[in-house]
């Protein structure tokens, strides 16, 4: 029988229910398939995190050396080379918790750009939904940040920092800090998968977003100091809302008490930390509504030769 | 482009059988960045300011009007030369390469084995298969249920299987793949010379499992360059030319026909 003439084929495979093999599903059932590979991130981020040192000899304890000589070298030099610490109360733990938050911001943006591209053969052997990479690697940054925090917070004991009802808040902060990183991660891995240079440019940005978001030094302090800030009120109110500023200043604010008595003191009606709560609320929900859908739209074009 | 739409095959639709995919009218146009220019900083910095594309990027029109209907329970071989198209049409029906005209219509979605032997080449085969299943939808449960019947059949030499998988020959590692991939019920699964890499003991098994999917309601495409192995497993047999249909039936038939025509 020939149907050529009375029933084209794009209509009788319609009938049988059979659908283009190169559309995306909708977003409703692509986030069904995300979260029904939920064990698959987790697997993945895991195994990720222990080939990541499986060549060096000391293996894993570089997950904690790492982080350490981080603040040792950044103690070093800003700390006691260049002495930023003007009037800050307590610069180490001040210093280590703006260095580790704003370097799991920096890596879940890095890594998540090189999400897709690092995956190919894997993206082109098996059909999943591709925004569990750029997810896997958010979780691989965040079990590598849980390890820094046991450093963060022997360090914040260390200082002399009582035990506090805010502290009980860092939780949420680092939360919204995971939910900026994975929208952020997703915008970045749709970036670097079409485009390889943005690979590239990428830690030039990050550097340059570190040195404007207070985090090696406090911003708080160079506002109220600066004579130019203070002219320019809408460049100071664009640091202030940005997120790498938000989540970094929220941490201090929840973590180290003393710092937090010495912003609202001194520097008063200028840095509430409700304010910065709601900078952080709506930017970790808009990062990661955004990034998700924004991934998701070029779903069907990852991985294509 | 003009008249390769009038050398369309026509389409003869068996009424009595589910379709499971449907080609129709394919063409596929792809591109190819080659090396090519001169492959210094100096003239990719003049190629960007002056807006130029890359020279090397040729286009490539290797499916021209191909249509077909592969029905519940095929196991359809494709053969052709070198360059005729056969794993770009795979690579079609398995939503890796858009059409430029013309579409590809299945039920379910497709599963492409090809050649590349790794996964995650860093990482233990052991934990490739969690992470295959896994990422093909399995709960952690059923992963455990397979874990053992996966390695079994890939009969990877004792002890490599904790070993990194860039450590695999690129038989072994076509092997596990094959593994990883035939533990689930796929809607149609496509074959791109993964079993060229076997042993005459591993083709049987993978022809075993290939007629096992292939009667839990699915279709199974196969692309091999080996004609015997072709024979043996399909039950339906596509030469492709030059990106076109040249015959379609079965095996004998077909496989008799190309043997001749290549042979001259």
Known sequence: MNFGSSESLAVYAARFGLTQSSARPTLRKYIQDVWQRRHFIWAFASAKNISMYSDSRLGQVWQLLTPLLNVGVYFLIFGLLLNTSRNLPDFLPFLVTGVFMFGFMQRSIQSGSKSVGDNLSLIRALHFPRATLPLAIAVVEFQQLVLSLGVLMIIVFAFGEPLDVHMLLFPVVVALQLMFNVGAGMVMARLGAFNRDVTQLLPFITRTWLYLSGVIFSLPSLMTSSHFLKTHSWLAEILKANPGYVFVELSRHTLLGKYRHHVQHHMAGNHSSTQLWIYALIWAVVALVAGFVYFYRAEERYGRG | ?264
Not at chain 2, 83 to 109: C, E, H
Not at chain 2, 123 to 146: H, S, Y
Request: hydrophobic share 40%.
């Open chain 2, 1 to 264: 482009m003009v008249n390769a739409h009038l050398a369309q095959n026509p389409v003869d639709i068996d009424p009595t059988r589910d379709p499971i995919v449907v080609v129709d009218g394919l063409h596929i146009v792809y591109r190819v960045y080659g090396a090519g220019g001169k492959g210094n900083a100096a003239s990719a910095m003049s190629r960007v300011i002056k807006r130029q594309k890359r020279p090397s990027m040729t286009e490539v029109h290797a499916i021209k009007g191909l249509s077909f209907v592969a029905y519940r329970g095929e196991a359809v071989g494709v053969i052709g030369t070198n360059g005729s198209g056969k794993s770009t049409l795979l690579q079609a029906i398995a939503g890796l390469l858009p059409p430029a005209r013309g579409g590809v219509y299945t039920d379910g979605q497709p599963s492409l084995l090809g050649v590349n032997a790794a996964l995650m080449k860093d990482l233990t085969g052991e934990r490739n298969v969690v992470l295959g299943c896994l990422a093909m939808g399995m709960t952690p449960q059923e992963t455990k249920e397979k874990y053992q019947e996966v390695v079994d059949f890939a009969g990877l030499k004792a002890g490599f299987i904790n070993y990194p998988m860039r450590t695999y020959s690129s038989g072994m590692g076509a092997r596990l793949r094959f593994a990883i991939a035939a533990a689930k019920t796929h809607d149609v699964l496509l074959i791109d010379e993964a079993l060229a890499t076997g042993d005459a003991k591993f083709r049987t098994k993978s022809q075993r499992r290939i007629e096992e999917l292939r009667k839990e309601a699915g279709a199974v495409f196969l692309v091999a360059h080996q004609l015997d192995v072709v024979r043996e497993t399909c039950d339906r047999v596509i030469w492709l030319d030059d990106g076109q249909m040249r015959m379609d039936g079965p095996p004998d038939e077909v496989i008799d026909a190309y043997t001749e025509a290549t042979q001259k």
